[in-house]
């Protein structure tokens, strides 16, 4: 926080901008979005399937190019104009995706993938010991016993597993910003709480910015601290999470709440 109390901008953009295709079969798939997410901030994007979520989100990792508009990292331009200045970027910014399966290579055993992680945070020389104590503290961050997961493949692991196991390689990396696309769409409800309270506690413990992409709006509703709605390419309705679901403005949003019944009572996780 800066000294007046405000928290610090730690990625911000200005008209971001994607159009994909030329001449007349230009789309727009992001249209002049602004955004300002800040420091230890949850940030949910909602919207339905096609919106461009995806696309803004790449955008942000710097997978694709923006085709207008500036995105500001730390209130500075950001620049990942070479391999290096990519791959500092890509230190202080990670994503969980979907599909946990894709986020491995599957031929890497769960003690190198953590190794990995080591390594890129510029700590591979940690000696074994240290190196181990890390990884243990990485794996208990998230409820895995370090112990028997070494010698493991990703593949022998369940489905739940490997999700916390991305969690674990989210602690040991310590990004400052964190996008999650859809992270928990592959868990039962149970597990679905479980892993949000360890993102929500990577915010408590690091000061991690968090960017939550959905289309599910009640999830939206109980974990961000701010939501962007997104309809064909443009954020129509932004604000904190009350302000948002409680007091909305546009008839996208109004559609999209009174698509969750109850939106309050579904993510009463007191009952699940
Ligand atoms: N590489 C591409 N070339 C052309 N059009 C694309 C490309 N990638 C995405 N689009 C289009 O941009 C629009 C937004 O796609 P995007 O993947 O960002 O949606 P989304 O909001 O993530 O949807 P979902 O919820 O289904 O994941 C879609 O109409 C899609 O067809
Ligand atoms: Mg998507």
């Not at 710097?62 to 209130?75: A, C, M, P, R």
């Not at 409800?189 to 309270?197: F, G, P």
């Given at each position: 926080?800066?000294?007046?109390?405000?928290?610090?901008?730690?990625?911000?953009?200005?008209?971001?901008t994607k159009v994909?295709?030329?001449?007349?079969?230009?789309?727009?798939?992001?249209?002049?979005?602004?955004?300002?997410?800040?420091?230890?901030?949850?940030?949910?994007?909602?919207?339905?399937?096609?919106?461009?979520?995806?696309?803004?989100?790449?955008?942000?990792?710097?997978?694709?190019?923006?085709t207008e508009?500036?995105?500001?990292?730390?209130?500075?331009?950001?620049?990942?104009?070479?391999?290096?200045?990519?791959?500092?970027?890509?230190?202080?910014?990670?994503?969980?995706?979907?599909?946990?399966?894709?986020?491995?290579?599957?031929?890497?055993?769960?003690?190198?993938?953590?190794?990995?992680?080591?390594?890129?945070?510029?700590?591979?020389?940690?000696?074994?010991?240290?190196?181990?104590?890390?990884?243990?503290?990485?794996?208990?961050?998230?409820?895995?016993?370090?112990?028997?997961?070494?010698?493991?493949?990703?593949?022998?692991?369940?489905?739940?597993?490997?999700?916390?196991?991305?969690?674990?390689?989210?602690?040991?990396?310590?990004?400052?910003?964190?996008?999650?696309?859809?992270?928990?769409?592959?868990?039962?409800?149970?597990?679905?709480?479980?892993?949000?309270?360890?993102?929500?506690?990577?915010?408590?413990?690091?000061?991690?910015?968090?960017?939550?992409?959905?289309?599910?709006?009640?999830?939206?509703?109980?974990?961000?601290?701010?939501?962007?709605?997104?309809?064909?390419?443009?954020?129509?309705?932004?604000?904190?999470?009350?302000?948002?679901?409680?007091?909305?403005?546009?008839?996208?949003?109004?559609?999209?709440?009174?698509?969750?019944?109850?939106?309050?009572?579904?993510?009463?996780?007191?009952?699940?």
């Amino acid at each position: 926080m800066s000294s007046n109390g405000e928290r610090k901008s730690c990625l911000r953009g200005e008209g971001v901008t994607k159009v994909f295709g030329i001449g007349n079969k230009a789309f727009t798939a992001v249209d002049h979005v602004d955004f300002d997410f800040k420091e230890g901030e949850i940030v949910s994007i909602v919207g339905e399937s096609g919106s461009g979520k995806t696309t803004i989100s790449k955008m942000i990792l710097g997978l694709i190019s923006v085709t207008e508009g500036q995105i500001y990292y730390h209130d500075e331009i950001r620049d990942i104009s070479t391999g290096a200045k990519r791959k500092e970027y890509w230190r202080n910014i990670q994503a969980i995706f979907q599909d946990p399966f894709a986020s491995y290579n599957m031929f890497y055993k769960i003690d190198a993938v953590l190794d990995d992680c080591l390594k890129m945070r510029g700590e591979g020389n940690l000696s074994p010991q240290e190196k181990f104590d890390r990884m243990t503290e990485a794996c208990s961050f998230v409820n895995l016993k370090f112990a028997e997961l070494t010698n493991k493949y990703p593949f022998e692991l369940s489905g739940g597993q490997m999700q916390r196991l991305m969690i674990a390689r989210i602690f040991l990396l310590r990004p400052k910003i964190l996008l999650a696309d859809e992270p928990t769409s592959m868990v039962d409800a149970c597990s679905r709480a479980t892993i949000l309270d360890y993102l929500l506690k990577l915010r408590d413990e690091e000061n991690m910015t968090v960017v939550f992409v959905t289309h599910d709006i009640g999830l939206a509703y109980y974990v961000s601290d701010k939501i962007y709605i997104m309809e064909h390419g443009k954020f129509v309705e932004s604000g904190t999470a009350e302000d948002c679901i409680l007091r909305p403005q546009a008839e996208y949003t109004k559609r999209l709440i009174s698509d969750v019944p109850k939106i309050h009572e579904e993510w009463d996780l007191s009952t699940v």
